[in-house]
């Protein structure tokens, strides 16, 4: 029996879902965007790059980019994984490439290139696109999806919903949380939607303020809760002017924001040398006082840190910096490497959904089977993509699961 399939999205999730659906040709496949382009979200990922997937060897290596939802995306990985995922666009003359990160991007380093080849494959695939276009309703009838509702008020009769609205993160491309909306209309269950993969403001602005637009590489940051040790994350981060951002800091903002949301005492503490241990720092301390006794400490930190930091590390370690090195206490020099090895900030908030890559939260995974992505509560409904609530870290994690979830409930709603 040939069925009318509607996808609500066209992003990602949505897109792919399009092109598996559409695997029978007998089917016919209505993708509706609210926006006046496919994939707009898509175009601005990885910074206009696309950062698609990530490089793994094995399936199972892919879990360690997911801290919630993991073992849900195990059947969809194994339908449709990272090297499906490569094959696909290979085949199609978009080739990718890693980056030191194992983070997977177009060679053209192109999002438009990624977009462009899904638009391509679902118009090869006769898949009609209703740009402009918002559902307002997805309607039932005896426990099974019957038709939805434009916002012009026409009713589309369809036997199949994939809903691919994306979260609440970066509502200007069109991601305002309707999948939400439709979830709770239908009966299931919505997990908390928050930010992740989000700058952090800190209480010490007159810190962030004077760094702003400091980059730093090779530094460790630790996100303690009331004390408590809950993550670290080495690599590279950013001062902004109300506080911290970059590759490191987003990845330990989801479990900040979750700290936040539980009212605990969040920090950040960044350890500028993480490579040397705090007994080592010391003795170089001293080797180089001693060496260069007569020179003013402020002159001597250049060889430990940029420029810009080196006014505010003398302030917050109590130190005047018109002092000679020959005249710093040992009490002195403990305190500055103590501030080198663990720089405390206090966060007091996520930025906004606006500046956060992914929403984590969203439908719970308990409502929907695993295998397909549809709904255990209305039959012939399916939820992907950003919409549910998994979320990964940075690296190409959530376009994965993106894709992977599309493709499972594509090829399940055409059968």
Known sequence: ???????????????????????????????????????????????????????????????????????????????????????????????????????????????????????????????????????????????????????QKEVIPCSRVIVATGGMSYPWTGSTGDGYIFARKTGHSIVTPRASLVPLEVAESHISFALEGLSLKNVKATLKADGKVIDQKFGEMVFTSYGLSGPIILYLSRRAVVCLSEKSKTTISIDFKPAVAKDKLLARFEA??????????????????????????????????????????SKDKNRMVEILKNFTLTITKPRGMSEAEVTQGGVDTKDLDPRTMESKIVKGLYFVGEVIDVDGYIGGFNLQAAFSTGYSAGKSACQ
């Open 1 to 151: 029996m040939n069925k009318q399939i509607v996808i609500i999205g066209g992003g990602p999730a949505g897109m792919m879902a399009g092109i598996s659906a559409s695997s029978n040709s007998n089917n016919k496949v209505i993708i509706f965007d609210k926006m006046p382009e496919m994939g707009t979200k898509l175009l601005v990922t990885g910074k206009g790059k696309c950062n698609l997937t990530h490089q793994v060897g094995r399936v199972d290596e892919l879990f360690e980019g997911y801290p919630k939802g993991s073992q849900f995306l195990h059947s969809s990985f194994n339908k449709f994984g990272p090297a499906d995922l490569l094959k696909f666009f290979e085949q199609r003359g978009v080739p990718c490439k890693p980056d030191r990160g194992k983070r997977m991007f177009p060679v053209s380093e192109k999002a438009r290139d990624i977009r462009d080849t899904l638009v391509k494959e679902l118009t090869k695939k006769n898949v009609t696109f209703k740009l402009n276009t918002p559902i307002i309703e997805i309607m039932t009838e005896n426990g099974a999806v019957s038709a939805v509702r434009t916002a």
């Open 288 to 329: 180089d006082i001693e060496k260069n006794r007569k020179k003013l400490v402020k002159n001597m930190l250049d060889e430990y840190m940029p420029q810009k930091l080196i006014s505010v590390f003398i302030q917050e370690s109590g130190l005047q910096g018109s002092k000679q090195c020959i005249q710093l206490t």
